[in-house]
């Protein structure tokens, strides 16, 4: 079962799939591919430099438990650092953080008495944590993808609860940023950009869209 099975290509997850099981059938809701309806999208364009800043007036206005996406695992690290020392209950889950810890961050995440309120996560977070105890995505860094903005997305909202995602735009995110903003506006479907990101950037570039 998957939110996404993105079809662009001969070497795409579907593709693949079909090469290696041909009597293999496809079932899907209609809500593939899909945001959900239960989850606000807030998109702000900050500055590189000043998106640690509006991260922490953002935690500072909520107490709901909140992931933090960033695209590498150093940074996941750095902004950690940053926040645990501005005051903020929070963790790192990256590679960089040993096993045990990482199941000790998810363990206390989101607990009511005296648990983690954040947790700075790569993409490794965005698949399979299977929890209803997210109530707000941060997308620090904008996901690389359209495959990884839905999988992003979708760690709040789960079982029909509502979420928020919130994610902040600097000036190279903005193209990405702006389809994924208009399909979620519109109700409509986004695997139009499914395509790499270099593919996207060439699309971009030629006015497509």
């Not at 009511?112 to 860094?141: E, W």
């Not at 993808?145 to 509502?162: E, K, L």
């Amino acid at each position: 079962m998957a939110a996404t099975m993105p079809r662009n290509g001969h070497r795409s997850p579907y593709a693949w799939i079909q090469r290696r099981f041909s009597s293999l059938e496809h079932a899907s809701t209609g809500l593939e591919h899909m945001g959900q309806i239960n989850v606000e999208h807030r998109f702000l364009n900050v500055q590189d430099e000043a998106k640690v800043s509006t991260l922490r007036h953002i935690l500072s206005a909520t107490s709901d438990p909140t992931l933090v996406f960033v695209n590498t695992a150093d940074k996941v690290m750095d902004v950690a650092s940053r926040l645990q020392a501005a005051g903020v209950n929070v963790a790192p889950l990256c590679r960089l953080v040993p096993p045990q810890e990482r199941l000790h961050c998810l363990e206390e995440f989101g607990k009511t008495d005296g648990g983690l309120d954040v947790v700075v996560c790569t993409d490794m977070a965005s698949r399979g944590l299977d929890t209803t105890l997210v109530k707000h995505v941060v997308q620090l860094d904008f996901a690389r993808s359209a495959v990884d903005f839905i999988h992003r997305s979708g760690r709040t909202g789960r079982q029909g609860r509502r979420g928020t995602v919130t994610s902040l735009v600097s000036e190279g995110e903005v193209a990405l940023a702006s389809a994924m903003e208009k399909a979620v506006n519109e109700g409509s479907r986004l695997d139009g950009s499914f395509s790499r990101k270099r593919s996207f950037r060439k699309r971009v570039r030629k006015g497509r869209m």
